[in-house]
DNA sequence: CTATGATCATGA
DNA sequence: TCATGATCATAG
């Protein structure tokens, strides 16, 4: 630990979290407020609208809360393994979009299993954040919700586990450039990349070089649906 | 360039 | 209305 007792975000206000009832404890006083003064606290401005900010909101929670890991391929939180993920719920209490989880991928492919994968790992600890997102509330009036820890169950991690391995099926077998956002039912596979017309190499009609979108792997709102409604209703 | 954070915008 | 495909900012 150098100076990394702080949050490494252009803030320096929030001790990283040691346990997770420190976070706990943050996400506490969090919830109840309102977007903009939590943006006052940390000295941060907030933007007329999301459309060139669009991970603002999701920054402004890390920052908060201590988050340590940067850009990494890592947990948001390193030292005891939780990845925040904040939730835009519309004026139904319903999530607005769907979940970007980590990036599809392109070159190591090798020795997969769901057991060791990239999204059973990001997944198997989500600090969920509820945040309104309707189009009508300024983003500074926007408020937090009720935050909370969550692990798959069983039966989640079952569904989640079907849907990896049908798609990294299609993977392994070169088919990157074919899928499309319809295929798995909780978890899919959709472009990420700051236009169309950033390509990468990738495989295409099975094993074929191709000039591919980046894609990732994002959750559908059918699966983060039922895990906000159940946490309303505990 | 690849990862992070996501939401936008449009056609069906 | 809503899911799909497209897009935006930024750090290292």
């Given at each position: ?105 392109i ?93 990468v190499r990738g ?6 070089s191709a000039f ?23």
């Amino acid at each position: 630990m150098t100076e990394d007792n702080f949050s490494s975000k252009q803030t320096r206000f929030t001790p990283i979290p040691k346990t997770e009832a420190e976070l706990l404890n943050r996400c506490e006083i969090m919830a109840g407020q309102t977007l903009g003064q939590i943006a006052f606290k940390l000295s941060m401005t907030v933007p007329e609208d999301l459309r060139l900010h669009k991970g603002w909101v999701g920054h402004l929670c890390e920052n908060y809360l201590g988050a340590n890991a940067g850009d990494r391929a890592e947990p948001d939180f390193l030292d005891i393994g939780v990845e925040l993920k904040t939730l835009p719920v519309d004026a139904h209490e319903k999530p607005k979009e769907s979940t970007y989880v980590c990036t599809m991928p392109i070159r190591q492919i090798d020795a997969y299993s769901w057991q060791n994968s990239w999204v059973k790992r990001k997944l198997s600890r989500v600090l969920w954040v509820p945040v309104e997102a309707a189009r009508d509330i300024p983003l500074a009036e926007r408020y937090v919700d009720n935050f909370w820890i969550w692990r798959p169950s069983f039966a989640e991690e079952c569904s989640l586990q079907r849907d990896w391995e049908e798609l990294m099926d299609r993977i392994v077998l070169g088919e990157q450039a074919e899928i499309t956002s319809q295929e798995g039912e909780y978890l899919h596979i959709r472009p990420k990349a700051a236009n169309s017309l950033v390509l990468v190499r990738g495989m295409s009609n099975g094993h074929t070089s191709a000039f591919i979108i980046p894609k990732g792997f994002y959750l559908r709102t059918s699966f983060t649906g039922p895990l906000l409604h159940q946490s309303l209703y505990n």
